[in-house]
C-alpha cells in the first residue's frame, strides 16, 4: 500500500447509538493499523439527526390523549436527550478523525472530502426503513470520477429490498469497486441484485480486544451483576434476567438510554459513557441483550451471555450466532433459568472467530491495496489470471478497477518473493508464439450444422467435435447464467453449442488453469480456444505440451464484463430482463446482427433483432472506445501466432477469391505448427478448403497485423458508462454520429419490414 494512503469512510456515525459510534472508531482504526490515513466523513443527514427524539416526542406521545399529557411526556424524555447528545458528541470528537460537516447533500456532491479511496462503513447504512429513504451519500454517489469505492461490513438491516428500491439499489451498488457486508441476508440482497460481494465480520468484532479494553472507564461494580443491554421495548429480556437472579443472587443492572426507566426493577445505569458502557460488558458476569453491538462486546471480552431475537432487524445477529454455532443459546419463551449456568466454550468459539477475523481482513487488505506498482502494468497486463494461478502464497488477487477491468493486486505482506510470477514477463515481447510462415486457407464446414451456428466457417465446431471424438476434452469460452464470458470445460458433444459464436468481452479463464493442469496430469488430452494473449497464457503454464491443443482467434480487442453489464440493462425494459443475448446473429446474414431475448417476471419471452450498425456496443467496440487498454498495443499480432491454429473471419475474400463460395460464410485459417498440420489433414475432408495467400488475407484483416489505435473519447465514454451509465455513453456516441445513425436507422426499418420482428 503507498504510504499514508487517504481512505474517507461514510457511516451512521452521529447516531446516538454505542453500537454505531463504535463501529465507526473501529473502522476508522482497522484502517489506520493498515497503515493508511482514515477519515469519517461527517455527513449529518437532516433525515437522520436526532431520529430517536422526534419518534419519542412525536410518536410515543401521540398516544396521550391531552395536550397536558404530551407535555409532560416531552418534559420527562428532554434530559434524557441532553444527556445522550453529551455523551455521544464527547466521543465523537475525541475518538474519530472528522472531515470537514456536511449539512447536506448538495455540498457534499460539490465540495466532496478529497481521498484516494472511498469506503461505506458498517451499521445500517442500506437501510432505507432507518434512513428514510434510499440514502444515496452512503451509496457514495458524491465520490469524484475515477476514485475507487468499497464498502465494509455494510448492512441492509432487512431481509429483502423493497420492489420500488430495487432498481435503484442495483445501480448504485454496481458502482462499487469492492463489496461486503456484514449478515447472510445481506448477501442473498446482493445475490439477488445481480451485485457480487462477500461477506465480514462487523469492525467491532474484527479489531483486537485491547483496543475496546483502552476506551473503557474504570468504574467497576463491587458486587457481581447480570447487564442488560436491551435496544427493543418489546423483548422480556428483563422478565428472563429477573428470573436468573433470582437463583444465582447477582443483581440486575440495565443500561438505558432514558431517565424514566429508572422506574424499572434493578440498577439503572442511564446513558453511561462509551468508556463506562464497555466497562460495564467487560466486568459482568453474565450478559443479555437482544443488541448485535451487545452481543459483539460479549464475544470480544469472552463473556457469557444469552442473546434475545429482537422483533426487527435481526438479521445481524441471527448470522454472527449461526457462523460460531451458538444459535443454541438464544433465549426463548420456555427459557430456563437454570440454564444460566451452562457456559460457552471458548476454546472453540475462539478459533471459529479468529478464522472469521482473518478472512475478513483479507477482503480489506484487497480493497485497499489494488493499485498496481507501475503504469507500465497496465499497458502490457492482458488480465489473464496466471500470475494468480501461479502465486503459492496466495497473494496475489485479480480485481476490477474502476472501468471492470481485471488487474493483478498484490498484498506484499503475504509476497514471499520466489518470482514464479515473474513467468508473465509483461515488460517484454514474449517468445511464445510458433515459428513465422503459417499455412494460410479459407475454410468452411460442409456441414450447415456448424455454419449456421459458429460465427463465420463452422471450423472451431468441427474440430472440438473431432477432439472430443477421440477422449479429449476442450475448453472454450461460454456465458453463464449472469451473462458473464467464462471459459468452460466441456466432454461432450451436446455441450459443445455454448462455446459457439462471438463473445465481444474479456473472458474469465482463471479455473481453465487448474482444470487443464488435472486433466493433463491425468493423461488427458486438451484443446484450449481462446484469445492469442489466453493462448500465450497457456503455452506459458504448460510448455509445449503433446496432450495441449491450441486454437487461437483473432482479436480485436476485449471490453470488460461491467461495460458489457451495463449495456444489457439499457435493453431491459420496466417488466422484462434480458435472459440471453447472441453478437452474431445468422439471420441476417455472415456479418450478422444482434439478438437478444427479454423475460418478464412470468417467465415469458420475447425477441429482438437489430443489425449491428445500429447497435451502440457494437459500434463502440469496433471503434476501439470500451477495449481494454492493453488492447491498443497488444503483442501478439502478425504471423507469429500463440495458437497450432488460428480461426477467424475472412473478411475481403469477395476481393481476393471471388469464385469461392462466401454464402455460409467464410473462416480464416492459419496453420502454425505440426500439431496444426495433423488436425487439419484429419478433418479436410470435412470442409471446403482453399489455399490462400497471407498478405490477401491480411489486406481486409487489420486484427491480424495491427491494434485497433486508442480513439480520441475513448477515457469520456468509459467515465460515462462508469458514472452514468450506458445510456448516457450511447448518446453520446450517436450524438457524435449523425450520418452512421441516419444510416443505421434506415436499415433498421429495413430489416423490420422484411423479417416482422420488432425492435
Request: charged share 25%; net charge positive; glycine share 8%.
Amino acid at each position: 500500500m503507498p504510504e499514508k494512503l487517504k481512505i474517507a469512510v461514510i457511516t451512521l456515525h452521529r447516531v446516538k447509538n454505542y453500537g454505531s459510534v463504535l463501529q465507526a472508531c473501529a473502522t476508522q482504526r482497522l484502517l489506520e493499523d493498515m497503515g493508511a490515513e482514515a477519515e469519517i466523513v461527517d455527513y449529518i443527514s437532516p433525515r437522520l439527526q436526532d431520529r430517536n427524539a422526534r419518534k419519542i416526542l412525536t410518536e410515543s406521545s401521540a398516544k396521550a390523549n391531552s395536550g397536558l399529557k404530551k407535555l409532560i411526556h416531552r418534559l420527562v424524555v428532554a434530559p434524557s436527550f441532553a444527556r445522550q447528545k453529551r455523551v455521544f458528541h464527547s466521543f465523537v470528537k475525541h475518538h474519530l478523525r472528522l472531515s470537514a460537516p456536511y449539512l447536506t447533500e448538495e455540498r457534499l456532491r460539490m465540495h466532496p472530502p478529497e481521498a484516494d479511496i472511498y469506503c461505506t462503513g458498517s451499521d445500517q447504512v442500506f437501510n432505507s426503513k432507518i434512513n428514510g429513504m434510499v440514502e444515496k451519500p452512503f451509496y457514495l454517489d458524491f465520490v469524484p470520477a475515477g476514485r475507487r469505492k468499497i464498502a465494509y461490513a455494510a448492512s441492509f438491516g432487512i431481509r429483502e429490498i423493497p420492489e420500488g428500491e430495487r432498481e435503484e439499489t442495483a445501480a448504485l451498488l454496481r458502482q462499487y469497486d469492492y463489496i461486503s457486508v456484514r449478515e447472510d441476508s445481506g448477501m442473498d440482497i446482493l445475490r439477488s441484485l445481480g451485485v457480487e460481494g462477500e461477506t465480514v465480520l462487523d469492525p467491532v468484532l474484527c479489531v483486537r480486544p485491547e483496543l475496546l479494553t483502552e476506551l473503557q472507564s474504570r468504574k467497576k461494580r463491587k458486587k457481581p451483576y447480570i447487564l442488560i443491554y436491551e435496544l427493543n421495548g418489546e423483548s422480556d429480556i428483563a422478565r428472563y434476567a429477573e428470573k436468573v437472579a433470582a437463583v444465582t443472587g447477582w443483581e440486575v443492572v440495565r443500561i438505558s438510554y432514558y431517565y424514566h426507566h429508572i422506574l424499572k426493577k434493578g440498577h439503572t445505569v442511564v446513558c453511561p459513557s462509551v468508556g463506562e458502557f464497555i466497562s460495564l460488558f467487560l466486568h459482568a458476569e453474565l450478559v443479555m441483550t437482544d443488541s448485535f453491538h451487545g452481543t459483539a462486546l460479549s464475544l470480544q471480552f469472552q463473556k457469557q451471555f444469552w442473546p434475545v431475537m429482537p422483533p426487527q432487524y435481526s438479521t445481524r445477529l441471527e448470522s454472527i450466532l449461526s457462523a460460531l454455532r451458538l444459535t443454541g443459546r438464544i433465549v426463548k419463551e420456555d427459557f430456563d433459568p437454570q440454564r444460566a449456568a451452562e457456559r460457552i466454550d471458548y476454546s472453540a468459539v475462539t478459533p471459529a472467530l479468529e478464522k472469521l477475523r482473518e478472512s475478513s481482513m483479507a477482503f480489506l487488505r484487497r480493497a485497499v491495496s489494488m493499485e498496481l506498482p507501475a503504469p507500465v502494468v497496465r499497458k502490457s497486463c492482458t488480465g489473464c489470471g496466471l500470475c494468480e494461478h501461479l502465486c503459492p502464497a496466495g497473494a496475489i488477487a485479480m480485481r476490477e478497477d474502476a472501468y471492470g477491468f481485471r488487474y493483478p493486486a498484490i498484498t506484499e505482506s503475504k509476497c514471499l518473493h520466489c518470482q514464479k510470477c515473474a513467468i508473465c514477463r509483461m515488460e517484454d515481447v514474449p517468445a511464445d508464439g510458433n515459428p513465422a510462415g503459417s499455412e494460410c486457407y479459407a475454410a468452411v464446414s460442409s456441414d450447415a450444422a456448424y455454419t449456421t451456428r459458429c460465427s463465420s466457417g463452422g471450423l472451431f465446431g468441427v474440430m472440438a467435435e473431432k477432439w472430443l471424438s477421440e477422449g479429449g476434452v476442450v475448453y472454450g469460452c461460454a456465458f453463464d447464467e449472469k451473462m458473464k464470458a467464462k471459459h468452460v470445460r466441456v466432454e461432450s458433444p451436446s455441450e459443445l453449442p455454448a462455446l459457439f459464436g462471438s463473445k465481444y468481452l474479456q473472458s474469465d479463464i482463471s479455473s481453465a488453469f487448474r482444470q487443464t493442469a488435472d486433466d493433463l496430469a491425468g493423461g488427458r488430452k486438451v484443446m484450449f480456444c481462446g484469445t492469442p494473449c489466453q493462448t500465450a497464457a497457456m503455452r506459458r503454464r504448460f510448455g509445449r505440451n503433446d496432450n495441449l491443443f491450441l486454437i487461437d482467434i483473432l482479436c480485436h480487442g476485449v471490453p470488460s464484463y461491467r461495460t458489457f453489464h451495463a449495456y444489457l440493462q439499457s435493453l431491459s425494459q420496466p417488466d422484462r430482463t434480458c435472459v440471453g443475448y447472441s453478437f452474431r446473429d445468422r439471420r441476417l446474414g455472415w456479418g450478422g446482427g444482434v439478438s437478444f431475448t427479454l423475460a418478464d417476471g412470468r417467465g415469458e419471452q420475447k425477441e429482438f433483432l437489430r443489425p449491428g450498425c445500429a447497435d451502440s456496443y457494437y459500434g463502440m467496440f469496433y471503434e476501439g472506445l470500451i477495449l481494454r487498454p492493453g488492447c491498443h498495443e497488444c503483442r501478439y499480432k502478425g504471423k507469429e501466432r500463440t495458437g497450432d491454429i488460428t480461426l477467424g473471419d475472412f473478411w475481403g475474400i469477395e476481393k481476393a477469391y471471388p469464385d469461392f463460395d462466401r454464402s455460409r460464410g467464410v473462416s480464416l485459417l492459419l496453420v502454425n505448427s505440426g500439431k496444426g498440420k495433423e488436425m487439419l489433414e484429419g478433418i479436410s475432408p470435412a470442409l471446403q478448403l482453399l489455399p490462400a495467400d497471407f498478405e490477401k488475407a491480411a489486406m481486409h484483416n487489420t486484427t491480424l497485423t495491427g491494434n485497433a489505435p486508442c480513439p480520441e473519447g475513448a477515457e469520456e465514454i468509459l467515465n460515462l458508462i462508469r458514472d452514468k451509465g450506458f445510456e448516457a455513453a450511447e448518446k453520446q456516441y450517436w450524438r457524435s454520429r449523425p450520418v452512421k445513425r441516419m444510416k443505421a436507422l434506415a436499415k433498421t426499418r429495413l430489416i423490420q419490414l422484411h423479417t416482422k420482428l420488432k425492435i
